[in-house]
């Protein structure tokens, strides 16, 4: 492999014999025995190995567990765990992060509990970012330029789904984890669109299986029972996220555990940490329903009650209203009201009456007193000349027939003298 780099050239070393197998079978203790002294070759002790770091995790203790990863070597990228103890990690001059392309030297060791081999780092080096992480780097930076990851995108999932469509391996718990969840919580019916989660072609093939699913159902899982970051690179795809945010219905993501963020995780409509947990995400709880049924049942039995209650109250009041007792009282009031009103009016016009007679009566007086009758009674008469009311002596001449009226009839007469103040 050329991603080791060793600290003096390797010299050829006889093999250990292997122990002679007895017939009763070995223990796992003796197996991890052998083994252990199989690595002690010289070739996997004090070595240098480039790599780009993956899963990282620093213990509460100080210790450092990680992997790492073949460069460039893609989805299929060899993968070796390694252990820095506190003593050595503390010693490091800047924090390692998944993506990150370093040097380490250590030596390679068994874990019996584990039955597993590990490289103990004992120092490490910064030796640059890792190819995949830029590339995920540019890809997210790109997507986000999209829209892709916008909040404003994002859907709510639909309360009560018919059908629950599931993107994932055909092999593996993820599909029973999901079914059982289901099965327990709200059954509908589950669509699986089965596809590659992992491999060079596997973003090609996890893009088409959302395509496939999502004319047919009201949400869709888009899951994966964890890995590490080279086993979740195709859910990094622009390809995959693309198909997210083109899905027609929402999306819920279940790739890898909590820790573990993809890009599509950032595109889905919602993320859960696990598989099961997105089952409960996109179904609702039936307990949970009886309960709240339960509940809208005991308030409106109440309300129900209470309005019954207050309508018989009503009914009551308005029995007791149209009571025929209570009627001819209310009847009696009324006539005897209308009465009293009747001898007011009464005594009001008969007022008004003589108090308007007593106007009119001075009204006649006043105009009596005014007229030309009036005058005439007191022994004067109007002259008249051809039917005009002579005003002025200048208007009459010798020979003048005039009419006189009097007060109580009328003269003609002929005027025989013509006579002024002046000339009296």
Known sequence: MDWFYRTEPSEMQERPEMPVVPDSPLTVREISGIIERLLDDRQLQDIRVLGEVTNYKHHSR?????????????STAAVIRCVMWRSDADRLSFAPEDGMEVVVTGSVRVYPPAGAYQLQVKKMTRGGAGEKYLLVERWKKDLAAEGCFAAERKRPLPPF???VGVVTSETGAVIHDIRTVIARRFPVEIV?????????????????????????????????????FEDLFSFNHPDVVRAIVACPVPVVSA????????????????RAPTPSAAAELVVPDRKDLRIALADLRCQLSATLLARISGA??????????????????RIGEKR?????????????????IERDRLVLAEMKTALE????????????CVAEKEGIVVRSVNTVRKDDRLDLRFYDGRSRVVAERVEHDGNL
């Open 161 to 163: 789904p018919a059908r």
């Open 369 to 380: 007193g005014r007229s030309p009758r009036a005058v005439l009674a007191r022994g004067y």
């Open 255 to 270: 790739i890898g555990h909590e820790v573990d963020v993809t890009l599509a995780d950032l595109a889905a409509d919602m």
């Open 312 to 329: 018989l109250k009503e009914v009551a009041d308005l029995r007791d209203r149209l009571r025929p007792q209570r009627f001819c009282r």
């Open 336 to 352: 005897q009201a209308t009465a009293d009103l009747s001898d007011r009016l009464e005594r009001a016009l008969a007022t008004r």
């Open 192 to 228: 699986i669109s089965p596809t590659a989660v992992q491999g060079e072609d596997a973003h090609v093939n996890i893009a088409r299986a959302i395509e496939r699913v999502a004319a047919h159902v009201d949400v869709v899982i888009i899951a994966r029972g964890g890995g590490s």
């Open 62 to 74: 100080g210790h450092r567990y990680f992997s790492l990863s073949e460069k460039g070597g893609g």
